[in-house]
């Protein structure tokens, strides 16, 4: 099959965007190029996709290339969609069920730190009155948007969450998982995408929680987090390599142990083991890639969580920990105040 006709971006869409330089409104020059009439910045258009990218520091660029390579090796051989073997199979319906609450609203959204857009595309096509912005520092949204290519109702944009390049108080959701705790600054990525909301527009994000509450596990956390300023050092195919070792490893000495104490009923105590919701070795080689080469990790406690909602001043605003659902995280969620 030959795809040779490349996804354009919509000049419609551009409205929603705004520069990383200068925060001004962005417009279109010609079909591969972006350019800001205030700051006279120039973005190029990649397959689609604005790369609206100013500035990064070495940390970000090496998180950008991280997960470009994650995203673009592992989304290849999906022989069955398969989902987590916990309370929420999925990250959406994670969120969801954490926050009490539909994701989507209104009129325009953003999926924020998308990675492939999978999950945005599905959610775009199932709500096809709604405007979808995925955003992701990766390059792997070139692929995401030949992907979402019959999806008229969403576009990807290539940008870093520490100033999102888009319109400000344009957007009536917002939601993140998994991505914050990988920015330099988490809180300051969270005031900055609640500024893109309208008043009442609803924000749902997950993060990795810090194990305040569950003394042993913070103990067993302490060996992981030494391990990570070595590992995050490693050149990427020698991380790869670590992965894939360490996945197996993981599976039998972990997802295994839990799927048993599943089978013997024993939920509680199978849910407070690492992995043992993953469905296979697959997405924990993934996983340990992500856990181990991301150069920033940040954990949060609950108490952090509601001290970001309540500086925010966020409305009906909802911290909960997301261990019922098989998840060690949090989900903050909350409406963007009036
Ligand atoms: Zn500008």
Redesign the pocket.
Known sequence: MENSAQPAWDKNWTALLA?P????SLAMSKETEII?P??S?RFPIRAGVPVLLANPTTAETKTQELYSDIWNSYKKKQRRPSGYHAPATSHLELLRKASDSELVQGTAGIDAGCGNGGSATSLARQHPGIRFIGIDLAASLQMAAILAEDVPNIRFVQGNLMAPPLARQAFDFIYSFGVLHHTRDPQTAFRSLLERLRPGGRITLFVYKDFSDLPLKKILLAPVTLARRLSTRLPAPLLRKFAWCGAPVVYITLTWPARLLRWLRLNRLARHIPYGTFPGIRGIAASLEDRFGAPYEHRFSLSDLQEWARAAGLEEARVVDCLPWGFSGLVLSGLAPA
């Open positions: 520069c330089a200068c925060g001004a800001c205030s700051c910045a």
